[in-house]
């Protein structure tokens, strides 16, 4: 069965960090590139940052570039996010998604549960 668990969100000050965790089981993580998509109330669904299968390349959102940093480590079917500098307006639920190639597309196939992230004092 493929699944992928994020994990590591919760409450954090405006300026902290946080680090999230992506899990991949059921497939072969080092086949695909992964994404970071998140949701706010009321908001669309917006990509966040992407790695390539061998992490040759990752993008990132204008919004985010300079304060998220993205990784994986596919000998432990690890994907990161490491997020800093945290706003209010990073605030959402963040989805680690698995994609169609194994370069950066867009194509997304399958989605974890999501985690929340919320910035607030």
């Known amino acids: 069965q493929v699944q992928l668990v994020e994990s590591g969100g919760g409450l954090v000050q405006p300026g902290g960090s946080l680090r999230l965790s992506c899990k991949g089981s059921?497939?072969?993580?080092?086949?695909?590139?992964i994404g970071w998509f998140r949701q706010a109330p009321g908001k669309e669904r917006e990509g966040v940052s992407c790695?390539?299968?061998?992490?040759?390349?990752?993008y990132y959102t204008d919004s985010v570039k300079g304060r998220f940093t993205m990784s994986r480590d596919n000998a432990k079917n690890m994907v990161y996010l490491q997020m800093t500098s945290l706003k209010p307006e990073d605030t959402a639920v963040y989805y680690c998604?698995?994609?169609?190639?194994?370069?950066?597309?867009?194509?997304?196939?399958?989605w974890g549960q999501g985690t929340q992230v919320t910035v607030s004092s």
């Open positions: 998604v698995r994609e169609a190639l194994k370069d950066c597309s867009g194509y997304t196939v399958e």
């Open positions: 059921g497939f072969t993580l080092d086949y695909y590139a």
């Open positions: 790695i390539s299968s061998r992490s040759i390349s990752t």
